[in-house]
């Protein structure tokens, strides 16, 4: 019997996990596109009308620029914006909703005994419901630093190389999302 129990309560959390999910989606997309645009994101909607060749040659033009290219490059994905409230919100709203299952596969990484509270508490969290509904960066940002730590706890667990690679890859394409990633990188 006590070697099921492991199992239901894994069961048990996957389920809470996925009604969080399930849960979070919503709170997110409930009028995400409603608002009219802020200011810094009219800035996202001028800096994301360049293809990748028009975002290397803007860089290549502006090096000092604070803002990196790849947001933007993703946003230039649903140009011409059509209904920009929405287009430039889309994917922060799906980045958002994803750091639900991410944020309890890293907290298990630290104590599985706090993975569903910092789950429920993601899931619920006002800010993190506003920032997933912003046409910004820091949905992409959380996301990705949180999938870096994901697979740099989980090599750090297992000594397993093959983990090194996505951390690397969420922590580069951190730091070509926002500079500000580079001391968390670090």
């Given at each position: ?21 399930l849960?979070?989606?919503?709170l ?9 645009l802020?200011?810094d ?8 009308r ?23 490059i ?8 059509t ?11 799906i ?45 992409l940002?959380l ?10 706890m ?33």
């Amino acid at each position: 019997m006590t070697l099921s129990t492991p199992n239901i309560t894994g069961r048990k959390e996957i389920l809470v996990v996925i009604l969080c999910l399930l849960v979070a989606f919503p709170l997110r997309f409930y009028t995400f596109d409603q608002k009219s645009l802020w200011i810094d994101e009219v800035y996202t909607f001028n800096d994301s009308r360049d293809n990748l060749k028009g975002q290397i040659k803007f860089y290549k033009e502006n090096p000092s620029y604070v803002h990196p290219p790849f947001f933007f490059i993703l946003t230039h994905q649903f140009y011409p914006f059509t209904k920009p409230e929405r287009d430039l919100r889309i994917i922060p709203l799906i980045l958002g909703t994803l750091s639900i299952p991410m944020i309890y596969l890293l907290a298990a990484q630290f104590s599985p005994s706090i993975a569903l509270a910092c789950t429920l508490s993601l899931t619920f969290m006002v800010y993190h419901i506003s920032l997933s509904q912003d046409g910004r960066f820091y949905s992409l940002l959380l996301f990705l630093g949180m999938s870096g730590l994901y697979f740099l706890m989980r090599h750090l667990k297992t000594s397993k190389r093959g983990y090194l690679i996505p951390a690397a890859l969420s922590f580069v394409l951190s730091f070509y999302t926002s500079f500000t990633s580079i001391p968390f990188i670090a």
